[in-house]
């Protein structure tokens, strides 16, 4: 069993979870394994994501009333819940600025690009981030394992497979479903942001600008989700 006393050996900064010390980590990519902050009955427990940045968990590892780990449970951290209140404000103040400043055919269908990007955009985000979360989960617990191992000599002969790896399941009905909707999709919004900037319309000069953003959201998602598929078959055929 593993005691608070020995996870506590883990965290190298010790510091509060506020919103200033959650930006600085992600800002300069914290790789310190690991900042955290000590209360009586939990650890909080963190570091910045490789990709992301600012999109890394906050582990609580709560204990009971003698120290002995009770559970882990994960939250985003409070730079990350602001930058997505952010990013909902923008992109709701630019439909606004559309919708009030142009005609509204104009205005329709820029709302209607806007809400392609943003949720294409959420897409490539949020499959990043629970990859990433994947990795820093894996690295805690068996960061633990590797303490309960050392506090307990008769584990160090047991055989790696007995501890818990979970394979990904990539190819699942929805999952696979969504890729057979999503990329036809992408490819035939790729064709016209493509046509936006090789043929924009000369009575509206943010076409081509708009487009080249749009390929970079939607190619990004694209590559985001292909390189996570070849990680995780990767990751799955080790495992086996």
Not at 107 to 116: D, F, K
Request: charged fraction near 25%; include cysteine; aromatic fraction near 10%.
């Amino acid at each position: 069993m593993v005691e608070k006393k020995d996870i506590e050996k883990l965290i190298i900064q010790n510091k509060k979870s506020t919103l200033k010390n959650h930006w600085n980590d992600a800002f300069f990519y914290n790789t310190t394994k690991y900042s955290g902050e000590i209360k009586p009955n939990e650890l909080l427990i963190w570091r910045s994501a490789h990709f992301l940045r600012g999109a890394y968990p906050i582990f609580h590892i709560s204990f009971d009333q003698n120290g002995k780990l009770n559970g882990i449970k994960k939250e985003k951290n409070p730079y990350h819940k602001l930058l997505n209140k952010i990013s909902i404000g923008f992109f709701s103040v630019l439909a606004l600025v559309l919708l009030f400043t142009t005609e509204f055919k104009t205005a329709i269908i820029g709302i209607i690009g806007i809400s392609v990007i943003g949720t294409l955009l959420h897409l490539v985000m949020s499959k990043a981030k629970k990859y990433e979360t994947n990795i820093l989960t894996d690295e805690l617990k068996e960061a633990i394992e590797n303490i309960e191992r050392e506090n307990n000599p008769e584990l160090i002969n047991k055989p790696k497979t007995e501890l818990k790896k979970e394979k990904v399941k990539e190819w699942t009905f929805t999952k696979i479903l969504t890729r057979l909707i999503l990329y036809p999709f992408c490819l035939f919004i790729l064709y016209l942001f493509i046509q936006m900037i090789l043929n924009p319309d000369p009575n509206h000069l943010r076409q081509r600008p708009l487009g080249i953003i749009g390929i970079i959201i939607v190619g990004g998602y694209l590559i985001v989700d292909i390189t996570i598929i070849v990680k995780n078959l990767m990751k799955n055929k080790n495992y086996s």
